[in-house]
């Protein structure tokens, strides 16, 4: 009887969170809330963090890299997660794709050790881009056993191949009483992956399939939060469809979280979707040199969600090592 | 972008929260700065991702920071030109011409790649294996493609257009995007000849749209990684005794 009460009212806030945000007249960019004010109004904080194209970097780059010298580590992007976690209650940490290649820690042990370190670091989950194809589908496939985190995409239908049945369209996390709806977009692979890598699979209209995926998240899931995984591109002088396309396309999702352009952007972009809403898109450079960190604030009794953005340097300072 | 190398944004705003509880809250924005990673700020490290790499680690250091050569300038990416297309075409040129035996006993005379191949730029001072690894990390070998005349013009009208890539064996004088002046290994362009023109399996099947390798004359593979042919060239050089200086040679110009 009590565990019906505790499912009612719990039912009743998020619809009541749920009304009060998409009501709201868009999404109000600020920063550094303190906790304690959010719990004088009981306000829910999530905190999503994402990384994107860290291509197997796993050391900091070195000292006398002509471009990132001292940049970067999967040690200390550990740290700063785990940092984070202690600091905040509903985090979601999520990579965007391109796990794969760019050092030789990929030549020697395909993907094993950043499947092992990412899964340590408790990443909820990725999405798949190109270069995750790079030793092939079985090469990919062989990897997955080293990770705990499911590899989310919507337009690769992967069912004639290795993959089959090994990715999901979607997933759901619930984090303080806030519903999460995650689904991931991968690039065309015309052009851009050996069809040897690629064998079957098949690529899928990522507009339609990202529509369709965000009102099934919104409307019969009544997710809070939309969030998309984008393996895309932030923008591709128009001639692909992008990040910034998908965006002002699109309805029901709150944010884009891209990738494979290797954009660094300072903090989440805003736009507008069809609908004339805000949506945010951002991404973070490449090769873990970044963290992106946006947090996303709910409120029961006020109309407004608001978020913050911003991403953070790894960088030898920012970690005692 | 990154404005400043220790900092990250931080906008500080505060909830002003009314103290009645009716009342809705309001955001209001109150003061921007930036914070420094200072060492109040500083996570410590987590040993137990230090020891889970270590092994790794360990065992490709092993290969990894062997010196290959010497290099006086840091060697680095860009478009048009760049050092680092020029060093890696001219490299891969010589390479293949070192290993190719065709029974037509004609040499390559052209290498091309593309810049989005290049995924790491080459320090100033010793060069390791490792960075040869980062510089190319793919496994993709070399091809040769026989072309005709008609696509060998294709392909420098293309490096034109699209501001340049690396290649090698010949040079482009350009005015906007029209090519005003082609010469393959120091001969004007003959439209009557055919072109031999080393390249990567990747670009050869269609990857980055290079569209003039569509159909060529001939396909000779050499079973030869892209990065070996670098390391190789590298190995070599050293053993001549030479370190690496690399400048732009000027090998495309737009007037």
Redesign the interface.
Known sequence: MSQLMGELSMNSRRDFIKKTLYSSAGI?A?????NE??A??E?VKITILHTNDV??H??PF?D????YPG?GG???R???I??IRSEEKNVLLLDVGDIF?????????GGE?EF??MS?MQYDASTIGNHDF?NGLDGLVKQLPHANFPFITCNYDFSDTPMAGKTIPHKIFLKGDIKIGVFGLGVGL???V???LSGNTLYLDPVKRAAEAAFHLKHEEKCDLIICLSHLGYSSNGKKINDVELAKQSKNIDIILGGHTHT?L??PLTYQNSDGKDILVAQVGWAGIRLGRVDFIF?K????M?S?G????I?K????? | ???S???????????A?ASS?ST??K?K?VDSTLL????QT?????S???K??NP??S??DK??NEVLVFSKQ?I?KGLPESSLGDFVSDAVLKKTNDLYKPSDHLPVNICLLNNGGL???????NITR?NA??LM???NSIVILTLTAEKTKQLFEYVVESNGAPFAGATVKAKGKKIIELKINGQNFDPTKIYKVTTS??LA?????YNFFKDPIKIDTLNYKLRDAIIDYMIEQNKKGDSLNVTIDGRIIYE
Not at chain 2, 5 to 15: D, I, K, S, T, W
């Open positions: 109000i600020f920063s550094a809330i303190p004010a959010l004088k109004t306000m291509h197997s796993i050391d070195p006398n890299d002509p471009k940049l999967i040690v200390r550990a740290a700063l785990k940092k290649q760019g050092t030789p820690y990929f030549n020697m042990y050790l092992k370190l340590m790079d015309e052009g851009l050996d069809k040897k660094f300072d903090k409120e009794r006020s109309k407004k608001a913050e911003y991403s953070i340097k960088s300072k920012s970690i005692a090592i | 972008m990154l404005k190398p220790l900092l990250y944004n931080l906008f500080l705003f505060v909830l929260v509880c809705t809250p955001l924005k420094e990673l200072n060492s500083i996570p410590p490290a987590d137990s991702f230090i889970a790499i790794y680690k065992e490709l290969t990894m840091q680095l995924r790491g730029q080459l320090p100033k001072g490792g690894f980062e990390p793919f496994e399996d990747y099947a269609g990857g980055d749209k």
